[in-house]
């Protein structure tokens, strides 16, 4: 009798209205329960209420009395996690579509249509797909709509086709056009100093070409770049695809060009023996490696008279037994001379700037199938040092260039400390280098000095001279990160006044666009000053690049490890991150990423405390291991789903442990 009792379902609905409600985050657990995570509190979800969220949805909440504690029942979608997503096909026993997604925390397979022009679907595929209804907001269950098919699951290149997907990023190069034709701008002819390109092997977009010359005085350096704005109109088809793309994408045995390989790879190329057009910068220096007078900037002839190879030149440089030797006197002569004089700069700006870490580059070397055979630890040699300086130079220059003489272009800024983290950045600076609060060292590295270029140089000096590389890890973390802008402004990571990079424009846009501004300039012609939108998009598109870098190069160690079969093998690694759930670390033969989840690091996890300001792990008193580290590991999980490593110490302290 009380089913249809109107008093009694308005007593509910008051009851249910009149409910606490709370808006957070869902965290998913594999064991079917989750959490509610909202500013200050988290709050438990039974599994039943989980299965009309996903992980990552953000909520509204009504809080119901479970004895002592709220337990959280989602009522309503504020927005979903999943919109446009990555995910695997998979047949139900009708045999009609359903779609997983390809997220670790979630894995719940969905109703799957499809649109007209999909193709025909199979199992395990990997597709395309859009949410287009939740429990929450529709009626009904979880199901999403097939927008394309990526691959399948056999394509030994799926690391690259899913991933590109992933971040809607293009796959194949900037259509080309069936002929080009060049620019009538004057140029002078340098094609009789001998230029030559120093690359890898197997490069073929050579987009830089040096000649220096020895003076009383000091040296006179010639930087030749590839011209590609000689064959690309502005408001050229190829234009607003460079202008789309911004870089070309480097990825493990894929190279994706910026511009249509036509360009990159032939007539813009600094081939050598051929005649290119460039535009040249020619740079004083006295015998200390500083720059001398202003900058002179000239669009020219040139002809490279050889391609060399780093690893030759530095083989020949560092005096190895049975190294390559140079064709003629000439090559010989100009790479003694661009010694000497990297070895001057590298002088100058250790005093003067800040010079990089040195840190390797991870090679894969991959089969034809695309699995992977090897990866190697690239360290830079003098021949990548003296092509380095040179280009620095040459970006310095043109920042100042750019902003004194025209006024105008595309700066790479680096504006050191994040405001927000600069008392912290200050304190644990202070801490670092056991300073008295009231020394003049103290006083010199204060919290308002920092902002400054001098001081912050003065501070990263410090520390190299100290060797205080656990510091400089943390102190990284307070630091803003790279930006483009349309004034000058220091860059603090390389302790410059200013930098303007103009060295390779075959590969990003932003030196394409201050190549039309130096070309427009010498010419006395009017130009497009780059507006925000493109430095939007130039920093979106580096972001993107480097996501897309990374996921692959994670499923690809994921691969490399799976297939070793070592269980017994020991990393020697360096720690790179220490949370409450582990310490994450980079194994150095590889650069591969492997967590070490806590409960293998210490017996008690109660006795254990991470110093969020050293980013440190405690085990009561003692402090294990800190940002730096070297420690030795052995893998336990790899896990090609979501293509991460596990591992544990090899052999921990014992107090730890």
């Known amino acids: 009798m009380f089913q249809d009792n109107p008093l009694l379902s308005q007593l509910k609905q008051q009851l249910h209205a009149s409910k606490p409600r709370v808006e957070g985050t869902i965290r998913a657990n594999e064991k079917g329960f989750g959490f509610l995570e909202c500013d200050k509190q988290s709050y438990f979800i039974a599994p039943p209420a989980m299965k009309n969220v996903l992980h990552g949805d953000k909520v509204k909440a ?27 096909v998979r047949f139900n026993k009708n045999k009609k579509p359903q779609v997983v997604p390809d997220h670790p925390s979630i894995n719940r397979a969905m109703t799957a249509v499809t649109r007209p022009d999909v193709g025909e679907l199979h199992e395990n595929d990997w597709v395309v797909a859009h949410l287009v209804q939740h429990p929450l907001r529709d009626d009904g269950g979880f199901k999403a709509e097939i927008e394309r098919i990526i691959c399948s699951q056999d394509d030994k290149f799926a690391p690259w086709w899913v991933t590109l997907a992933r971040h809607e990023q293009p796959r194949e190069p900037v259509p080309g056009l069936d002929e080009y034709t060049l620019d009538d701008t004057a140029r002078e002819d340098l094609t ?70 036509t360009l990159s790879d032939e007539l813009c190329s600094l081939r050598p023996n051929v005649r290119r057009p460039a535009l040249v910068c020619e740079i004083a220096l006295d015998h200390n490696g500083k720059m001398q007078g202003e900058p002179h900037f000239k669009t020219a002839w040139i002809e490279s008279k050889a391609k060399l190879d780093y690893d030759d030149v530095s083989d020949y440089l560092e005096n190895a037994a049975d190294s390559w030797q140079p064709e003629n006197d000439t090559i010989a002569s100009q790479l003694k001379q661009l ?27 991959l089969a034809d199938d695309g699995e992977v055979n090897a990866i190697h630890a690239k360290h830079r040699r003098i021949a990548h040092k003296m092509v380095e300086e040179c280009m620095i130079l040459a970006n310095t220059a043109a920042a100042h260039y750019l ?14 400390f994040d405001s927000k983290f600069l008392s912290q950045a200050h304190d644990y600076l ?10 003049e060292q103290a006083a010199q590295f204060s919290k308002d000095s920092l902002t400054e270029l001098a001081y912050y140089r003065a501070m990263r000096q410090t520390l190299d001279r100290e060797n205080r590389y656990a510091a400089e890890l943390r102190l990284r973390r307070f630091l803003q990160p790279a930006a483009f802008k349309t004034t000058l402004a220091p860059h603090f990571g390389l302790g410059l006044e ?6 390779s424009p075959i590969r990003k846009y932003s030196d394409m666009v201050n190549h039309r501004i130096i070309k427009a300039h010498l010419q006395q012609q009017s130009f497009t000053a780059p507006d925000e939108a493109i430095l939007q998009r130039l920093q979106e598109a580096r972001r993107q690049n480097r996501l897309v870098e990374r996921d692959i190069a994670d499923w690809l160690y994921a691969r490399y490890y799976a297939a070793q079969h070592d269980d017994s093998a020991v990393h020697e690694a360096e720690v790179v991150d220490i949370s ?29 405390t991470v110093n969020s300001d050293e980013i440190a792990l405690y085990v009561g008193e003692q402090k294990m291991w800190q940002l730096g580290d070297r420690v030795h590991i052995t893998l336990t999980d790899i896990n090609l789903n979501t293509r991460s490593l596990v591992g544990r110490l090899h052999q921990a302290p014992q107090s730890a442990v």
């Open 62 to 88: 009504i809080l119901n009395q479970d004895g002592e504690k709220d337990q959280a029942e989602p009522e309503s979608l504020i927005e979903p996690m999943l919109g446009r997503f990555i995910g695997k």
């Open 192 to 261: 009789a100093l001998s230029f030559i390109t120093i690359d890898s092997c197997s490069t073929q977009d050579m987009d830089d070409a040096l000649y220096i010359e020895p003076l009383d005085s000091g040296w006179k350096l010639h930087v030749a770049v590839a011209d590609p704005t000689a064959y690309i109109p502005e408001d050229s088809a190829i234009e607003q695809g460079a202008r789309q793309r911004c870089f070309t994408n480097y990825l493990p045995g894929f190279i994706i060009p910026m511009l249509p390989a």
């Open 339 to 365: 010694h000497q004089f990297a070895l001057k700069r590298i002088e100058w700006r250790r005093a003067n700037a800040l010079l990089f870490n040195e840190r390797p580059d991870y090679v894969f070397e």
């Open 403 to 416: 902003s004194e003489q025209i006024k105008c272009g595309i700066f790479n800024v680096h504006s050191g």
């Open 430 to 439: 202070i801490s670092a280098l056991e300073l008295a609060p009231d020394s």
């Open 498 to 503: 200013g930098y303007a990079t103009w060295t």
């Open 580 to 608: 409450r759930g582990g310490m994450r670390v980079q194994i150095l033969a590889t650069g591969a990423n492997v967590f070490l989840p806590m409960s293998t690091l210490v017996k008690d996890k109660a006795s254990a």
